[in-house]
C-alpha cells in the first residue's frame, strides 16, 4: 500500500470558549495541513495519484477557512474550532468529494510547529 501526501495552509482566527488562559482571547494561527491518501496501486507511469490533484482537493476542503474567523463559521456552532475539530471538518469536506483509486487516510493539522493534531476513520 502506498500513502500519498501533501500539504497545505491557511491562516485563521479562533478563540476556545472555556479555555483557562490566553487561549481563550481572539487570535490567529497560520495552521499547515497534512492530507494523505491511501492507494494499492500505481498507474501506467508509476504514480498513484498526482500530487497537484490532491493540493487541489485538499485547498478546496480548505477553501472558505482562509483569514476568517473559524468561530463563526456553521460547521463550528456549537463547537470549539480546535485543531482536532479543524482536522475533523477537512477530513469530512474531502471525503465527500473524494472519488478515484483513493481513499482518504488521515488529515493532519498543524496549530504551531510543534502541535498538530491527527484524524481519521
Ligand atoms: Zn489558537
Same mark, same amino acid.
Given at each position: ?6 500539504k ?5 482566527a479562533?478563540?476556545?470558549? =472555556?479555555?483557562?488562559?490566553?487561549? /481563550?482571547?481572539?487570535h ?6 497534512e492530507v ?7 498507474? /501506467?507511469?508509476?504514480m498513484c495519484?498526482? *500530487? ?11 477553501? =472558505? %477557512?482562509?483569514?476568517?474567523? %473559524?468561530?463563526?463559521?456553521?460547521? *463550528?456552532k =456549537?463547537?470549539?474550532p ?8 477537512? *477530513?469530512?469536506?474531502?471525503t465527500?468529494? %473524494? ?6 487516510? /488521515? ?12 484524524? /481519521?476513520?
Amino acid at each position: 500500500m502506498f500513502i500519498i501526501s501533501i500539504k497545505t495552509d491557511f491562516s485563521a482566527a479562533h478563540h476556545i470558549q =472555556g479555555y483557562k488562559g490566553n487561549c /481563550s482571547e481572539l487570535h490567529g494561527h497560520n495552521y499547515h495541513v497534512e492530507v494523505s491518501v491511501r492507494a494499492h496501486k500505481v498507474n /501506467s507511469i508509476g504514480m498513484c495519484v498526482d *500530487f497537484r490533484n490532491l493540493k487541489e482537493i485538499a485547498e478546496t476542503a480548505i477553501s =472558505g %477557512l482562509d483569514h476568517k474567523n %473559524l468561530n463563526t463559521l456553521p460547521f *463550528f456552532k =456549537g463547537k470549539n474550532p480546535t485543531a482536532e475539530h479543524i482536522a475533523q471538518f477537512i *477530513f469530512k469536506r474531502i471525503t465527500d468529494n %473524494l472519488k478515484g483509486s483513493f481513499s482518504l487516510d /488521515s488529515v493532519k493539522v498543524w496549530e504551531t510547529d510543534k502541535y498538530a493534531v491527527t484524524y /481519521s476513520e
